[in-house]
Structures are given as C-alpha cells and as structure tokens.
C-alpha cells in the first residue's frame, strides 16, 4: 500500500499553520496588549511569560510557508505574487517585532521606550497583515492558465479588513487570556479586564467573518449546505458539531473568567480559534488555491515529496518534543521580578 504523499503533506501544512496561528498567536497579542499595560515593569513582566517560546512559535510558520514551497510550488507561485504586498508586511513587521524583543531587555530608560513602541507595532501590523493574508486567500484568488492574473491589491477589500479585525481581537483574547494563566496580582486582574473586552468582541467578529463569507463566496455557503432558497438539514448538521465547538469554547472561556480560574479561559480561547479554523478549512478543502487549485493538481513529483517526507519524519519529533520540553520547564507564574517559581 502506497503512501498518499500529497495528502499527508496537506495535513502537515495545514497543522503546521494551526499550531503557529494558535502558539505565536498569543504572544502577538501580547504586544497589541502591551500600550494598555499600567507600567513599564508590568510590560516587563509580560515579555517575560513568552521569553522562552516566541521564537520556537515562530518554527510552525517556516515550515507552513516552507512546505507550501517544497510540496505543492504551483499553488506556492499562484499565491505569491497574490499576496506580496502583505506577506511582507508581515515579514518585516515580526522582524522589527523580534528586534525589538531583545533590545528593549538591554536598552536605557529612552531606547526602552522606542522599543516598547517598535514591539507593540510589530505585533499589531504583524497580525493586520496575517488577517489581510487570510481574507486575501478566502476571498479566492484570479488564475490564468494556472497563474496570477489579478490585480496587486485584489487582497485590499472589505471582507479581508473584517478578516484581519478579526484576527486582531482574537490574538488579543488570547494574549490576556494567556497572562491569566502565567501572571498574578495586578497583571493578572488587569488582563482579566482586557480578556472581558476581547471576548466579545472577538466572538461577534468571528460571528460577522462566517456571515460574511457565506455571503459573498457562493462556494463557501455551498459547503455548507445554503442552496440559495435555504438551507439543506443534511450538509448543515453534518458541519455544526465545528460551530458547536465555537460555542463551547465561548462558553469555557466565559465561565474560566467569571470563575476567576487560571487556565480555562485561555483553553475556551483556543478552542474558539480551533473552531473558527476548521470552519473555513471546510469551505475551501481540498483546495489549496480557492477556488479552482486542489492540492493533488498543485502537488510537487512522489519522488521530491517522499524524499522531504524522511526529512520531516526525522525534524518533526524533535521539534515537536522540544517545543513540551520548554513549554514544561517554564510552566510557572512569572512574578514582578520576571522569573519563574
């Protein structure tokens, strides 16, 4: 029995991107978090709770853009040229992000400044261009005997915009929601606060997104279930235990708040995310380049995908366990002298 080398390297993308939105995402929000802080040491002390992961997160989003190179350069091509404008975007913002991560810890009263405000932004455009990237890709893109025939701003509209406000206060969700769970005492009441105003906020966002987008992507509403006079009961409930989901995560999230607990309302937070991503999975699977690519068309030869298969077979375990080895390690609250105990 042969391997299917082009589905399995659909998976491996498609959770490689899961991880990255739902790890690098909390530590995005904590930089929009970051100018609601009440002092410099409060902000001190959220960069300590991410120190020793934000750039393991960052892995998951090499080898999500790495493997849609590697694996399936067709669809790599026609989306590209796409999307250019904010790729870089986000490109160049998580590297002023990252820049200003390990200088502000080093910097002067005056640079510590400069750099808190060069973190909060990389963080915020980082996120606004992830969400455009998204919406961009959702809202289909324009081919022409298999490449881009469309214009260099098609990703420009306001279904992305919604998209990446979307993104926005669902990062910020569950930023706070993370600081719950790593913080204490007045950080800790504060974020409760901020997770109170994102909550909502990023629920009827996410509410607007998927009432948007079976609006406006026939081929979406199609998947699920809309046939133009209604609604067929059988497609319908064949998807709703997705937005099942949604509401389960928004009602533990709500609860771990009311509660005052510590690690429920970042694990509603989540699964809300995991909700909202497996929605528009089921929009547009199998393709790659919606609406009109699928993954098998785009795939690269057996030959180069079994080849980095042994070579992912080999990387992914020890990431994978690296990533619970540190994740384990530093466990613990961080405290207002930025260490862990």
């Given amino acids: 029995m042969s391997l299917d080398l082009p589905l399995i390297w659909a998976a491996i993308i498609a959770i490689a991107v899961l991880l990255y939105v739902m790890l690098d995402g ?25 120190a020793p992961v934000w750039d393991g997160n960052e892995t998951w989003l090499v080898l999500g853009g790495g493997g849609l190179f590697a694996a399936f350069p067709f669809a790599y091509a026609a989306l590209m040229p796409a999307l250019y404008i904010p790729i870089l975007m986000m490109l160049l913002a998580l590297i002023l992000r990252g820049v200003a991560f390990e200088f502000r810890l080093r910097a002067r009263a005056r640079g510590k400044r400069l750099w808190t405000i060069a973190f909060a932004a990389g963080s915020i455009v980082a996120t606004l261009a992830q969400g455009l990237v998204l919406g961009g890709f959702i809202q289909g893109v324009t081919l022409k005997d298999g490449r881009f025939a469309g214009d260099v701003l098609d990703w420009l509209s306001p279904y992305s915009l919604l998209v990446a406000a979307g993104l926005v206060a669902g990062y910020a969700l569950i930023g706070a929601c993370w600081l719950i769970w790593r913080t204490e005492d007045e950080l800790q009441g504060r974020a409760r606060i901020w997770a109170w105003i994102a909550l909502p906020a990023a629920a009827m966002l996410l509410a607007a997104v998927s009432f948007a987008t079976l609006l406006y992507h026939p081929e979406v509403a199609a998947r699920w279930g809309w046939t133009g006079d209604g609604f067929d ?18 009602a533990i999230a709500a609860w771990g708040l009311t509660r005052r607990a510590q690690g429920w309302p970042f694990a509603g937070a989540i699964l809300m995310f995991l909700s909202g991503y497996l929605g528009l999975a089921a929009g547009f699977v199998p393709y790659v380049v919606p609406y009109s690519v699928d993954f098998r068309h785009a795939a690269n030869a057996d030959n ?6 042994v070579g992912v077979a080999i990387l992914l375990p020890a990431i994978i366990g690296y990533s619970i080895w540190v994740y384990w390690i530093f466990r613990g609250k961080v405290g207002v002298d930025a260490g862990y105990h």
Avoid at 26 to 41: E, R
Avoid at 242 to 250: E, F, K, Q, R, T
Avoid at 304 to 309: D, I, P, Q
């Fill in 233 to 250: 009961p059988v497609r319908l409930a064949r998807l709703s235990p997705i937005s099942l989901l949604g509401v389960a995560g928004l």
């Fill in 26 to 50: 909390f530590d995005l929000g904590i930089g929009i978090l970051f100018p609601f802080a009440g002092s410099p040491a409060e902000r001190d002390v959220m960069m300590s709770t991410v």
């Fill in 304 to 309: 180069a995908l079994g080849l980095m298969l």
